[in-house]
């Protein structure tokens, strides 16, 4: 099973600030079968990248993700006020399809 | 439009089972996998399953082996998923999803709270 850890557990910026947020997975994913989730309270989560660095349907173009191997990031070029929410990183290849442990991103 | 439409919310005292369902429509119920993912309050999340709805064969994370069941009935295009010997530590909302980007769809949530 990969494991996959996120990090920092905590990022705290203000509006307007660029955000990296870090995926690091035990294995290499399959054909970089990585996808991004924004979560926000008493809410399903919401898929922003899938593939790595495909942007899902609707999502703006401040929300990038890189990355291959082991190693992803997903990258917001300027926050907007509706972006502080948790995120989560997911293998979405063969099951299991594991989950990051989630990174909530705070109003500095 | 697709949609995943589960059963309402359940309180279980510890040692129970419940079965929480996921009516899907809009779509060819057969095509898709369905995966089951639980939250614990303030916690993330955990995947714990997936179903194949044409043949019915099943996967389930290691941890939740032998205390998960996750079943279809095609004719109605529902997906259940069982959980027994219920501790405090399964209460949490779980959710059934639709994981296959770049369509993929959640359903509602159920939250199923375990107390004596």
């Known amino acids: ?108 | 439009q697709v949609q995943l439409v589960q059963s309402g919310a359940e309180v279980k005292k510890p040692g129970a089972s419940v079965k929480v369902s996921c009516k899907a429509s809009g779509y060819t119920f057969t095509s898709y996998h369905i995966h089951w993912v639980r939250q614990a309050p303030g916690q993330g999340l955990e995947w714990m399953g997936i179903i194949n709805p044409s043949g019915g064969s099943t996967s389930h994370a290691q941890k939740f082996q032998g205390r998960v069941t996750v079943t279809r009935d095609t004719s109605t295009s529902t997906v259940y998923m069982e959980l027994s010997s219920l501790t405090s530590e399964d209460t949490a909302v779980y959710y059934c999803a639709r994981l296959l980007p770049p369509n993929v769809y959640w359903g509602q949530g159920t939250l199923v709270t375990v107390s004596s």
């Open chain 1, 1 to 108: 099973e990969i494991v996959l850890t996120q990090s920092p557990g905590t990022l705290s910026l203000s509006p307007g600030e660029r955000a990296t947020l870090s995926c690091r997975a035990t294995q290499s994913v399959t054909n970089n079968y990585l996808a991004w989730y924004q979560q926000k309270p008493g809410q399903a989560p919401r898929l922003l990248i899938y593939g790595a660095s495909n942007r899902a349907t609707g999502i703006p173009d401040r929300f990038s993700g890189s990355g291959s191997g082991t190693d992803f990031t997903l990258t917001i070029s300027r926050l907007e006020p509706e972006d502080f929410a948790v995120y989560f990183c997911q293998h979405h290849g063969n099951s299991p399809c594991t989950f990051g442990q989630g990174t909530k991103l705070e109003i500095k």
